[in-house]
């Protein structure tokens, strides 16, 4: 590590944060409190000749090596013990050209900052839902949300990157220059370098009609059952998902639910707003919702909404997965869990995507299953070390007994750090020709602190792993 230290203290024009450094007990916060690392150095990068000098150092030394942007990695990709991390934080530029309905942000920003920057023009970039989520993790790995279902995934959005990959060279990717690498990027993750600028599509969004309930445990069954047969026939406009948790004793839930087992109901209604409010009353017109609210917000209000669900720092853990169709006998399974559930902020997320999302070829982006429209994330979110066994060991129990109604594939971007196996099933009949392309861009493995692509022959240059 001292040679890369040395090395770019003479060709950085960035901070470099040592163990000893004041700024560093912050600088080396991940989001996942269950992943907490002690990298050796962290390289805050000011510009793309930055990220190069860090990427030359580190393969040179054979410096084992994490790339970060906002730190969300559930699986805590983003920073290793002893090794070094190319942070790039400080990366947060975004520039919006109304015109042609785009935008260039650099490969730092969080979701937070490019909604601030469209917003102003009444234009979105259509991402995830939770505003302090980094966006180059997001994109990279597909990235779905709120727009998903009427506009695409993120990485459907993306025109072309700038990307240093391990050699040190920056590269363009887009539809006529590395088209192979322009490909593999629209959902392969970090595996092919780092990506120090993104260009993408903007829609024109403003206000949204959003809703929220609750659904009383012993009506989720029938919910669901009017949900799974309702979306299919529903317009790409609406995004109406649940998640099913035991309520919390907070003075929001009614009394009488507290402790319970429950269905948190959303549903979104992008587009027009009097057609919209039909369906977002129909949403709650079913299984006896209370707490019924329905308001129509700016599309900036909405991506803030969920921001302190998630806060910083606790213990998180996840496991994922899609269903073809949703059964009686896995709706049964998740609420019988929930009378053994440790934590009330543990969550089992039930969304449908299909919509603009699954119109894409499965072929035309390296992301997975598009095919399967019933997405289902087991989140587990707790505060106390002691606890890592019992939720883990929940979540992870419930997946097994969800498994075998599930359809072969997994979001990349929604797995845990223990899950190295399920890799090639997240990208199935993608999988050689992305091997094929990280033999190309990265021979060696460098950029291996990811849901990994290992190339196809891996040199015999020593990576640490
Ligand atoms: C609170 C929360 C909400 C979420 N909501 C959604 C959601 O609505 N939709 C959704 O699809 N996903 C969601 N996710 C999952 C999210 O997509 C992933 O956690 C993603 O990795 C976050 O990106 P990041 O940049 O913060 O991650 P980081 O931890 O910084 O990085 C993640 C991975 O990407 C690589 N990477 C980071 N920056 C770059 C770069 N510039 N170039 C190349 N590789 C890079 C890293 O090396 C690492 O492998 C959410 C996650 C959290 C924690």
Redesign the pocket.
């Known amino acids: 590590m001292k040679e890369v230290y040395g090395f770019l203290k003479r060709h950085f024009k960035g901070s470099l944060l040592r163990p000893d450094d004041a700024e560093y007990p912050d600088a080396r916060r ?3 409190g269950l992943a907490a690392r002690r990298p050796g150095l962290i390289a805050r990068c000011r510009d793309s000749s930055d ?1 190069q000098a860090a990427v030359r150092a580190a393969t040179s030394a054979s410096v084992l090596t ?14 290793c013990d002893d090794g070094l991390v ?1 942070d ?1 934080s400080p ?1 947060r530029k975004v520039q919006v050209y109304p015109e042609a309905r785009s935008a260039r942000f650099e ?2 920003c ?1 979701l937070g900052s490019i909604d601030s920057a469209t917003q102003t023009v009444g234009l979105a970039f259509p ?4 505003s ?15 727009l998903s279902r009427l506009h695409g ?2 990485c459907d959005n993306v025109r072309g990157f700038k ?1 240093v990959v391990a050699d040190g060279s920056l590269v363009r990717a887009n539809a006529t220059e590395n088209a192979d690498l322009f490909w593999a990027l629209r959902g392969g ?8 600028e993104f260009e993408v599509t903007l829609h024109p969004v403003s206000s949204v009609l959003f809703g929220r309930g609750i659904c009383p445990g012993d009506e989720v069954l029938g919910l669901l059952r009017h949900w799974r047969e309702f979306m299919p026939e529903a317009p790409d406009n609406l995004r109406w998902g649940f998640s099913l948790k035991t309520a919390s004793h907070d003075e929001n839930i009614p009394a009488d639910l507290r402790g319970c087992p429950i269905a948190s109901a959303s549903a979104l209604w992008v587009g027009d707003l009097e057609e919209g409010r039909r369906y977002v009353d129909h949403a709650f017109s079913v299984g006896n919702h209370r707490a019924v609210t329905k308001e129509v917000l700016s599309f900036g209000a909405l991506q803030t909404l ?2 302190s ?2 806060p910083h720092g606790r213990r ?1 853990y996840t496991k994922a997965g899609y269903f073809k169709t949703l059964n009686d006998e896995s709706i049964a399974v998740t609420l019988e869990a929930l009378a053994t559930n440790p934590s009330v902020a543990n969550e089992i997320e039930l969304a449908y995507l299909g919509g603009a999302a699954a119109r894409v070829a499965p072929g035309e982006t390296a992301f997975g299953s598009r095919n399967a429209p019933f997405v289902l994330n087991l989140l587990g979110n707790w505060s106390d070390s002691a606890d890592d066994a019992a939720n883990i060991s929940w979540i992870r129990g419930l997946f097994v007994r969800l498994r075998p109604a599930m359809v072969p594939g997994v ?1 990349v ?2 797995m845990s750090g223990d899950e190295n196996d399920r890799v090639p099933e997240a990208y199935r009949e993608r999988w050689e020709r992305l091997r094929a392309i990280k033999t190309i861009y990265d021979p060696n493995n460098f ?1 291996h ?3 990994n692509i290992p190339p196809i022959a891996p040199a015999t240059t020593d990576i640490p792993r």
């Open positions: 991940i989001w996942n990220v994490a790339v970060r942007c906002g730190g969300h990695s559930l699986a805590g990709f983003s920073s190319i790039l990366m490969g730092g969080l991402a995830g839902v939770v302090h989520t980094g966006a180059a993790g997001l994109v990279l790995g597909g990235g779905t949300g709120w995934l993120s990307v993750g970090g595996n092919f370098g780092v990506v120090t969920a921001d669900d998630f998180y979001y971007n929604f950029f602190l990811n849901q």
